[in-house]
């Protein structure tokens, strides 16, 4: 069995992507929202489209280490059964994704593939 690796506050900001599909996307439109009107932050569009190194449709929340725990706890209480990816905005994409990532619920696989031609 795959171990699971848990969330750690060790930066001072990061991301989290919440993953969804044409079945879910209400759902997680609403759950970004909540986080965002709940906890104060900024919450990004709910792209119908890859975007970046994310291989499913995804919403992004900005968020800081103050808000980590909090945050983290309330995503993994309120996603059911969806995926969210948390990163550190450590300044070097290619590790936030990889190092610095974190999941709540199925890993997805990320073409990271832009990150090694600019780092």
């Not at 986080?35 to 975007?51: I, M, S």
């Not at 808000?67 to 990163?87: A, C, G």
């Amino acid at each position: 069995m795959k171990e699971i690796k848990r969330p750690v506050n060790s930066h001072k900001a990061y991301h989290a992507h919440v993953y969804y599909e044409q079945e879910t996307l209400e759902f997680a439109s609403k759950l970004c929202k909540e986080a965002g009107d709940k906890f104060n932050l900024r919450v990004g569009r709910t792209h119908e489209a890859l975007v970046g190194p994310h291989q499913k449709w995804s919403c992004q929340i900005t968020f800081s280490s103050k808000d980590f725990d909090k945050l983290v706890s309330w995503l993994e209480q309120n996603r059911k059964e969806l995926t969210v990816l948390i990163h550190a905005l450590s300044g070097n994409d290619l590790e936030d994704h990889t190092i610095y990532a974190y999941w709540l619920g199925d890993s997805v696989e990320l073409d990271i593939s832009m990150f090694s031609e600019i780092q």
